[in-house]
């Protein structure tokens, strides 16, 4: 548990995920995302049109 802590040492010590909503035409699309806290790298993401994406 984060307990509002975002600062890491070290990379790959603690990581985030996000879904943003992206509304396109008619459609929504989400970009689900993964983030190390370290440096706000992104470590991977994906679009999809559903919110239940496997990144890893």
Known sequence: MLKQ??????????????I???PYG????YLSTIMDLYN???IAYKISDSQ???LF
């Open 26 to 29: 008619p459609k929504m699309l």
């Open 52 to 54: 239940h994406v496997d």
């Open 20 to 22: 943003t909503y992206l």
């Open 40 to 42: 706000n790298e992104v």
């Open 5 to 18: 802590n975002f600062k890491a040492e070290k990379p790959n010590q603690k990581w985030v995920t996000d």
